[in-house]
């Protein structure tokens, strides 16, 4: 009722006016009959009218709630004094839109990436299941390995456990997608799920079916189309359902489209077929073959404990009964969210925590400005209190700037995130893209709580240091404002130390994570990646069935690579240094005693490279010898080892003619042959620059190997040869698609973009805050010097010398700064142990960095505390007695 | 924490009271109600624009009174006040207050029973 009289005011004010009319209109008429002269009555009516205004007014009070009214004149004031300082009002509200503008944005990343839960059905009963190993290969106690799982090991926990509603089974695949006329041909990347994937997600497609449970078997050729390659490639015609498309020379029947929305685990996903069409019996047989993805759907009555309890049991059993193979003891759960964000958590959550870092130092800059101005207001707020003002209306007053500055920075921070959102996540190259990240609903309340919380740090804190008890001091104090302050100066010192101290903690993040940045900028990969021009492919196994004709496209490539006028060496592998994991072999060495039970099993990277491959690379030999040409297509059984498998596994021994027995590697018609000579040892090169270097075994691409990663060295610029290049590929095989021309750097680059990202973030979050902070070291002392201008000219007067003055007043500024140092280290000692995994070659407590930090901040506060420490010495003392 | 109402003549509380007593007879706008009052208290009373006004606004607010808009005497529109069934009752209750204020008064006062 209320609300509706408030919003009605305006028109039951005019009602009234009319109302006064009819009473004039009424009056005179009955003063005229009472015998008075028109004039004379239209005066008495008047007259008895009375004060029009004030009724009007009354009446408008009446329908006005008071609270409302009296916000509304509370900020009218503080909208008042706030233009009248413009400068001050707008450097707040910046300082707070910056603020609240980052926030925003991490929000919004966060919330996307690892709060909004997937846009599948029930989301909250869907868990991702890893197998976990439980020994040395878990990186440590409480964490788990989240290791892939073995499709063996997926279907024994199907067919024996019944905790969850359904599992479903997924792994990443990739073809070439070639044209019915002439398109060009693509690779494509692909996933393969089980027929019960789609619908355990709750997914329909919007074209079509997904896969039948019969179509789910080896050899089958149906596919289901992603919406982006749906209208990119088929120009979302409805009519190639039921249609043929050709993946690597073979003809797949699309059955289905997915809907759009539909981005699951990653956007680049442009088709699926089921789980076991391209899988070989051996794939899924193997329990050592982790490969996959298990997603599953908790039934509603089961909890996910005993589900997973269930699971691991089978799992346990299934380790007892392949010793000799590398079948993890345990399972391990994860939320979808978690799964996809994977290693983008942590970087994320620092992030978060450094962008809270400068909010609360942005609020504790203005609080610290506010505080300022409300002394200057001290002898009004004295008067009023003293004249009956509650305290209660006083506080609101002065909240009410602080809630106006506020409201301006969130609306201005929410225009910036929108912006900061979109480069951020277009920057940050591992975010996952299963769902796209935008501002919503939630970040909006999100930005408004923010706001809401920096209005009440920043103002509180004023309001409640004037409107105390002790304000009637400033009554007292009279004239002289000089010692009035003392209390509100130690107020105004404690937010600076604070404010420091956060600096502090900062400036250590962004030190430790840009050194970190320059360690891995300067990491030596172990190989040559200057003018190193880099490409995929992947030959289709119907067309190249044999490993001589596979040979023969290799080397015919090679040789016609080499011959390209300028180019220095050609070096082709499955993959390429710096360029991925690209999957590991269990090995055994057959010379050495058994493994112990409960011993980890060796392993290493699975790598192949042709015979020129480590000198075109520059990777240099330690022993042995490289390939020969004569390694080639029936298994030659040689391999090559790289320097740290023989310091892991040969420590003081000669691996040279020893054998390593990688059963994973048997061949189709040899499955006992699985023995390989070691014939060379070549020197370590890193598979990803932050990671730790790790052992490989190289066995001859000439055995047979249907594509890979060509690397070519070239005289100048090499993305100038990628032309070059892919004409003799197109010259040897029109139909073949090439993918990922880059140069190496541009590879390595890569694998730095995260680190650098989150680096130059949070060096530029500390920045500003430094920033911050030295403008509010500034302001105090400034303050400060201002206040004690009298006394400064007594001290003079009496005889203080000016450098005596400087150092007085240099010291005073320093202390919080020293003292917020001393806080900000202790308190980074415990910060940086957080975030020690993401660093890469550098101690949480880098000295390098420590002291650059401590340098840097006592520069910084040296600088601003020497202008107003400065001034304060150069006082004239006669003028300085004569201020009020 | 309400404002204080213009200062009256009248006893706090017995405007309202009065106001709907007047609308008993009919519905009627603002300068007929305070005519109304003024006459019947053979001019002992005098109602203060400052205070009818806002009255009025008030107890439309409650509810104890709707209003519409109609023509005055003067062939004037006007907004006329008609008592509700619900301000009936209040001014029930009302009277009733006032009867036994005016008896704890007259008590005091030393008149005989309470004036009658």
Redesign the interface.
């Known amino acids: 009722?209320s609300w509706l009289?408030f919003l009605r005011r305006r028109r039951?004010d005019a009602?009234?006016q009319?109302?006064?009319?009819?009473?004039l209109?009424?009056?005179t008429?009955?003063n005229i009959a009472r015998g008075m002269s028109p004039d004379e009555a239209r005066r008495q009516a008047r007259v008895?009218?009375?004060?029009?205004q004030?009724?009007r007014e009354?009446?408008w009070?009446?329908?006005s709630p008071?609270p409302l009214s009296h916000a509304g004149r509370e900020l009218k004031y503080a909208f008042r004094t706030l233009s009248r300082t413009l400068g001050f009002s707008i450097i707040a509200v910046v300082v707070i839109a910056l603020c609240i503008g980052a926030a925003t944005s991490l929000f919004t990343i966060v919330r996307s990436v690892l709060l909004r839960p997937l846009p599948f059905r029930d989301p909250d009963r869907l868990v991702i299941v890893h197998e976990h190993f439980r020994g040395a290969w878990a990186s440590s106690p409480g964490e788990f390995s989240y290791n892939p799982v073995a499709p063996a090991d997926f279907y024994e926990w199907r067919a024996k456990t019944h905790g969850f509603e359904d599992m479903a089974i997924m792994r990443y695949s990739s073809y070439n997608l070639t044209g019915e006329r002439s398109e060009l041909p693509e690779a494509v990347r692909a996933a393969a799920g089980s027929w019960n994937l789609f619908p355990l997600l709750g997914v329909q497609p919007a074209l079509g079916r997904t896969f039948s449970e019969s179509e789910d078997r080896p050899g089958t050729a149906v596919v289901i189309l992603s919406w982006s390659v749906f209208q990119r490639r088929f120009a979302g015609d409805a009519k190639i359902v039921g249609r043929q498309i050709h993946l690597d020379g073979k003809p797949f029947t699309v059955v289905g489209v997915l809907p759009p929305w539909f981005t699951y685990p990653d956007a680049k996903i442009q088709l699926w077929v089921p789980y076991k069409a391209d899988a070989t019996p051996e794939m899924l047989q193997h329990h050592d073959w982790h490969q996959s993805q298990v997603v599953a759907r908790l039934r509603p009555d089961v909890s996910l404990a005993s589900a997973l309890a269930q699971v691991g049991a089978v799992q346990y059993q299934l380790h007892l009964q392949y010793p000799h193979d590398p079948v993890a003891e345990d399972v391990a759960p994860r939320s979808l969210n978690e799964d996809l964000a994977g290693n983008v958590k942590k970087p994320l959550n620092l992030m978060l925590s450094a962008v809270g870092c400068m909010l609360l130092i942005g609020c504790l800059n203005v609080s610290n400005l506010l505080v300022a101005r409300s002394a200057a207001r001290q002898k009004e707020v004295a008067i009023r209190s003293a004249l009956g003002a509650q305290r209660g209306t006083l506080i609101r007053e002065q909240l009410a700037e602080s809630v106006l500055i506020c409201a301006a920075g969130g609306l201005g921070g929410i225009l910036l995130s929108v912006v900061a959102t979109r480069s951020l996540a277009h920057a940050w190259k591992d975010l996952p893209t299963a769902q796209g990240i935008h501002l919503d609903g939630a970040v909006i309340a999100f930005a408004c709580a923010l706001m809401l919380a920096a209005a009440l740090v920043a103002g509180l804190l004023p309001a409640l240091s004037t409107t105390g008890k002790t304000m009637m001091k400033a009554l007292q104090t009279s004239a002289r404002t000089g010692a009035s302050s003392v209390s509100r100066t130690a107020l105004r010192k404690s937010l600076l130390t604070a404010e420091i101290g956060i600096t502090v903690v900062l400036l250590v993040a962004a030190g430790l994570l840009l050194k970190s940045f320059l360690r891995l900028r300067s990491a030596d990969v172990g190989c040559i990646t200057e003018n190193m021009l880099t490409l995929s492919y992947s030959l289709p196994d119907k067309k190249y069935d044999t490993p001589e004709k596979m040979n023969a496209f290799n080397e015919g490539l090679l040789e016609r690579v080499r011959n390209i006028p300028g180019v220095r060496g050609a070096a082709l592998g499955n993959t390429l240094p710096a360029a991925g994991y690209w999957g590991d072999y269990v090995f055994t060495v057959k010379e050495h005693p058994p493994l112990k039970p409960g011993e980890d099993f060796p392993n290493g990277l699975m790598r192949w490279a042709d015979p020129g491959y480590f000198s075109a690379l520059g990777i240099p030999l330690v022993s042995g010898r490289f390939f020969t040409s004569d390694e080639r297509d029936a298994r030659s059984y040689k391999v090559i080892a790289s320097h740290q498998l023989v310091r892991q596994y040969f420590p003081g021994d000669n691996p040279i003619g020893k054998h390593l027995t990688v059963p994973a590697h048997a061949h189709k018609g040899a499955p006992g042959m699985v023995d390989f000579e070691i014939v060379g040892v070549v020197g370590d090169t890193l598979y990803q620059v932050g990671k730790e270097t790790k052992p490989a075994i190289y066995f001859p691409l000439l055995e047979g190997f249907g594509g890979g990663m060509l690397a070519v060295h070239t005289a100048g610029d090499p993305l100038r040869f990628s032309v070059a290049v892919q004409k003799q590929i197109a010259s040897l095989d029109p139909e073949l698609p090439v993918s990922d021309v880059r140069t190496m750097e541009q590879v390595i680059g890569e694998s730095l973009v995260n680190a650098s990202l989150s680096a130059s973030l949070v060096l530029a979050f500390a920045i500003l805050s430094l920033l911050l902070a030295s403008v509010g070291l500034y302001g105090v002392l400034s303050y400060l010097t201002t206040q004690r201008t009298t006394e400064l000219g007594i001290r003079m007067a009496l005889g203080a010398q000016r450098d005596q003055l400087l150092q007085l007043m240099l010291f005073d500024g320093l202390r919080p700064a020293l003292f917020g140092l001393g806080l900000g280290l202790v308190a980074s000692v415990a910060a940086t142990r957080i975030f020690q995994s993401m660093l890469f070659g550098t101690k949480p407590l880098d000295p390098v960095v420590l002291v650059g930090v401590i340098a840097t901040l006592l520069a910084v506060a040296v600088l601003a505390c020497l202008a107003p420490a400065w001034r304060a010495s150069r006082l004239d003392p006669m003028q300085a007695l004569r201020t009020e | 924490?309400r404002?204080g109402?213009?200062p009256s003549e009248m006893l706090k509380g017995t405007l309202d009271m009065m106001i709907l007593r007047t609308l008993v007879g009919g519905d009627a706008?603002?300068?007929?109600i305070?005519?109304v009052i003024e006459h019947t208290s053979e001019d002992l009373l005098e109602v203060?624009?400052?205070s009818l006004?806002?009255a009025l606004?008030?107890l439309e607010?409650r509810r104890w009174v709707s209003s519409y808009w109609g023509a005055?005497?003067?062939n004037?529109?006007?907004?006329f006040y008609r008592l509700t069934a619900e301000g009936r009752k209040q001014l029930v209750r009302e009277t009733s207050r006032w009867r036994q204020m005016r008896r704890a008064i007259g008590l005091v006062m030393g008149e005989e029973g309470g004036a009658q």
Do not use: I
Not at chain 1, 48 to 52: D, Q
Not at chain 2, 29 to 32: P, S
Not at chain 2, 76 to 79: L, W
């Open positions: 009722m009289r039951s009602e009234l009319h109302e006064f009319e009819v009473f209109t009424e009056e008429a009955d008895k009218l009375g004060n029009a004030k009724v009354s009446v009070a009446q329908n008071l | 924490m404002k109402q213009p706008h603002g300068h007929t305070a005519k203060e624009q400052g006004y806002p606004h008030r607010d005055s005497e003067n004037r529109k006007a907004k």
